[in-house]
């Protein structure tokens, strides 16, 4: 009988864990759902779809400090090592995926200004980029869900390939530019949405790296190789 209030309370504490993952997954769902919508709207041209993508990024914002707010309720409960390490990494994860929202409803933002000019071939490369972030972010999600520290750095280790593909843009772009001054402005919008693109693969990675430090307790990780070359690119 005396063990009774212990299982309780650690139930509850067990059911109020599994409720914040389910959250951060659900969270981090929505966000690669609007950066797949935002993709969408740039090549359909949708200024109105873009709107509502911006409008909704308020969902995850929202759901991001109520996860916060859960996460330091749990902490309060007198918390193992194990447990702190989540609560740690709860509130990182939550941060990382509120910035993959907020850089897709900047892309559909973007993608309004994009439309007051002729189409752009370059478009195909953005879509090429994007798709890349999104199955960083649904790999990473999953890797999450598991608890998988390998897959998780399977994630970090391909962020370099999505360095490298923005890096090709950039370039690409760049030299539009300097061919044609009529395509500077829609090619800074392309390149302010490249460069958005390419810090969600950022977030992702870190997410991927809390993901090992949940694991593990450690930081203790390789330096991942970086392929941005645009501080270079001429």
Request: charged fraction near 30%; glycine fraction near 4%; hydrophobic fraction near 45%.
């Amino acid at each position: 009988m005396t063990t009774q209030p212990h299982n309780h309370i650690v139930k509850s504490h067990d059911d109020e864990r599994n409720r914040i993952i389910g959250e951060i997954l659900r969270m981090g769902e929505m966000a690669a759902a609007q950066l797949e919508a935002a993709l969408d709207v740039v090549a359909r041209r949708d200024d109105k779809a873009a709107e509502r993508i911006v409008a909704n990024d308020e969902a995850i914002d929202t759901l991001e400090r109520e996860i916060s707010h859960d996460a330091m309720t749990l902490a309060l409960r007198g918390p193992l090592a194990r447990d702190l390490r989540e609560i740690l990494a709860t509130l990182r994860i939550a941060s990382d995926i509120e910035r993959i929202g907020d850089y897709a409803a900047n892309a559909a933002k973007r993608s309004i200004a994009l439309n007051t000019s002729p189409p752009l071939p370059h478009t195909r490369g953005l879509h090429a980029l994007g798709m890349l972030a999104v199955a960083q972010v649904r790999a990473v999600l999953a890797a999450y869900r598991d608890s998988d520290a390998e897959a998780a750095q399977q994630v970090r280790a391909r962020d370099a390939e999505l360095d490298a593909e923005y890096t090709g843009l950039f370039r690409e772009l760049l030299t539009y530019m300097m061919e044609d001054a009529r395509a500077i402005t829609p090619c800074t919008h392309l390149l302010f949405m490249a460069k958005n693109l390419e810090r969600i693969g950022d977030h992702a990675t870190n997410i991927a790296e809390n993901i090992w430090f949940l694991v593990h307790g450690d930081d203790n990780l390789p330096p991942r190789e970086k392929r941005d070359e645009t501080n270079t690119a001429s």
